[in-house]
T-cell receptor, first 115, second 111 residues
Framework: NAGVTQTPKFRILKIGQSMTLQCTQD?????MYWYRQDPGMGLKLIYY???????DKGEVPNGYNVSRSTTEDFPLRLELAAPSQTSVYFC??????????????FGPGTRLTVL | RKEVEQDPGPFNVPEGATVAFNCTYS??????FFWYRQDCRKEPKLLMS???SGNEDGRFTAQLNRASQYISLLIRDSKLSDSATYLC????????????FGSGTRLSIRP
């Protein structure tokens, strides 16, 4: 049981390039989330999904897209990368929405630098 | 006012000391509460969940005060390895997206 895995661990992009950050969970969790964390700051929600085929915007969705075709995978797409997207990106998942199954489990993160 | 507020610290305490920090929240509909620890630039890891009045796990005790809308974390007999940032997380039961993270409290344990 690997939990939540993310690839790549590190990436440097040039301005205007695109990339997809991968996130997979093997816990059969229904809810999945993408956060970004800028240096010295808290986590900000980018997008989330409550199940396959269902996604919704979080607090800071501009410049990103997501899809959820399976329960396990929740990729985050960056189009036209900008320096403001330099951050650490965390994927997380929850089994279900209410206690006691609503503990979030996080992946190890992807460190992205846009130059 | 922020929905979840924490004292950013840093708290700098000697090894073996007891340290406590609070987290206040503004939404009375909040149902689930969590403490996570986050080491520098790594993912948050669950320390404990708090669904009722409190929870204890070894040296760590969390208490929830719904009337005053705060949760606290107490660390006894602190170890060097407890040095980290502690995140308070508050979740509204009926919403998948209403998971609010505090900005964290930095704790540094000195020998």
């Amino acid at each position: 049981n690997a939990g939540v895995t993310q690839t790549p661990k590190f990436r440097i992009l040039k301005i205007g390039q695109s990339m997809t950050l991968q996130c997979t969970q093997d816990m059969n969790h229904n809810y999945m989330y993408w956060y970004r964390q800028d240096p010295g700051m808290g986590l900000k929600l980018i997008y989330y999904s409550v199940g396959a085929g269902i996604t919704d915007k979080g607090e800071v969705p501009n410049g990103y897209n997501v899809s959820r075709s399976t329960t396990e995978d929740f990729p985050l797409r960056l189009e036209l990368a900008a320096p403001s997207q330099t951050s650490v990106y965390f994927c997380a998942s929850i089994l279900a929405g209410g206690p006691p199954t609503d503990t979030q489990y996080f992946g190890p993160g992807t460190r992205l630098t846009v130059l | 006012r922020k929905e979840v507020e924490q004292d950013p610290g840093p708290f700098n305490v000697p090894e073996g000391a007891t340290v406590a920090f609070n987290c206040t929240y503004s939404n009375s509909a909040s149902q689930s509460f969590f403490w996570y620890r986050q080491d520098c630039r790594k993912e948050p890891k669950l320390l404990m969940s708090v669904y009722s009045s409190g929870n204890e796990d070894g040296r760590f005790t969390a208490q929830l005060n719904r009337a005053s809308q705060y949760i606290s974390l107490l660390i006894r007999d602190s170890k060097l390895s407890d040095s980290a940032t502690y995140l308070c997380v508050v979740k509204k039961y009926s919403s998948a997206s209403k998971i609010i993270f505090g900005s964290g409290t930095r704790l540094s344990i000195r020998p």
